[in-house]
């Protein structure tokens, strides 16, 4: 294992998956991708070198990869990270896929494991943190990714995914949220998911996924992906954003309140914010009060505001309740 940065030579990278490898595989395991599960799975090795290298994979990187399915990524990730930490709820895919790494990339299970780890619970709750160096540099935890608040092994650096478009959006603050170790994130989403989580203030598409996301990091896109890499090809096209940690806006207010105006201001978007948070403030007086007193126009709408002026309006509404009938300055404050 290198030292240093950069991706691991391509020589150093074992054969990814093809289409006939992908298809010959899920034969072998009984899988046929469903829907339900958001299951499609990357069958071009070209898209997979893309999405590693877009994603800036260092040679120290512990990467974590959700819904890895038959292993596409999986190999591309160990050709170029320090370690992989697999997240799969399927157990027929969980239980092939240290196969799948085996046959194709066996150094990475050396160690002390067969780089399926036996501490992780079902929920990966119990999977204890450690940093050993002997550590495999695979290991795989079979749970719920909207469940996992620990991870065996070192803390991950960034997280790598083709995420199941049915749940793309949740996963991936569940996954902020929970590992504030987390530098660097490219995910594959649905192209609609992805220019919503990317969009800037003021946007058409801009809404509760691109002010959250900001919450934690700066959000970009980061390119398209065509139907015809997948297995089975989706109705839709892809899209790859990539996020990059951030410290969340300064405020003394939490994330949860935060997230509550962000949740009360979109959910009647044409409405404008005196009118969209009378019933989370609890009337569109006090509202208005509230706006004032955080420096924004009550006339203005949700998709105008930054991630930073929720913040301030949340911090305005604990202002307001601790002091009711202070009247705001013309400052705002």
Do not use: C
């Amino acid at each position: 294992m290198s030292d240093g940065g950069g991706e691991r030579p391509a020589a150093s990278q074992p054969g990814l998956l093809g289409p006939a490898d992908v298809r010959a595989l899920a034969e072998r395991l009984g899988v046929r991708p469903t829907k339900q599960l958001g299951q499609n799975f990357v069958i071009d090795p070209n898209t997979i070198r893309r999405i590693v290298r877009a994603a800036g994979v260092r040679s120290d990187d512990v990467v974590v990869e959700v819904g890895p399915g038959l292993g596409s990524l999986t190999l591309g990730l160990l050709g170029a990270a320090r370690r992989v930490v697999a997240v799969e709820i399927d157990p027929v895919l969980a239980g092939a896929l240290p196969q799948t790494v085996a046959e194709r990339f066996p150094e990475a299970l050396s160690g002390p494991g067969d780089g399926a780890d036996p501490a992780a619970s079902p929920d990966g709750s119990s999977a204890a943190a450690y940093g050993d160096p002997a550590l495999p540099r695979f290991a795989l935890v079979q749970a719920d990714a909207m469940r996992i608040t620990e991870l065996p092994g070192p803390p991950p650096t960034a997280l790598v995914a083709n995420l199941p478009y049915n749940v793309a959006v949740p996963v991936l603050l569940h996954m902020l949220e929970q590992f504030p170790s987390l530098e660097r994130v490219l995910v594959m989403v649905q192209a609609e998911v992805a220019d919503r989580l990317a969009a800037e203030p003021g946007g058409r598409v801009y809404g509760v996924p691109s002010v959250k996301a900001r919450w934690y990091a700066s959000v970009r896109r980061a390119g398209s992906i065509g139907k015809n890499v997948f297995w089975p090809a989706p109705h839709v096209e892809s899209g790859l954003v990539a996020l990059e940690r951030r410290q969340p806006p300064t405020t003394r207010a939490s994330r949860k309140e935060v997230f509550a105006v962000v949740d009360a201001a979109f959910a009647q978007r044409r409405k404008t914010l005196r009118a969209a948070l009378a019933g989370w403030a609890g009337s569109a007086p006090r509202a208005e009060q509230i706006l004032r007193r955080a420096g924004v126009d009550p006339a203005a709408r949700g998709e105008a505001l930054t991630v930073d002026q929720y913040a301030a309006i949340a911090e305005a509404a604990n202002a307001d309740a601790a002091d009711p009938g202070r009247e705001p300055g013309l400052d705002g404050s």
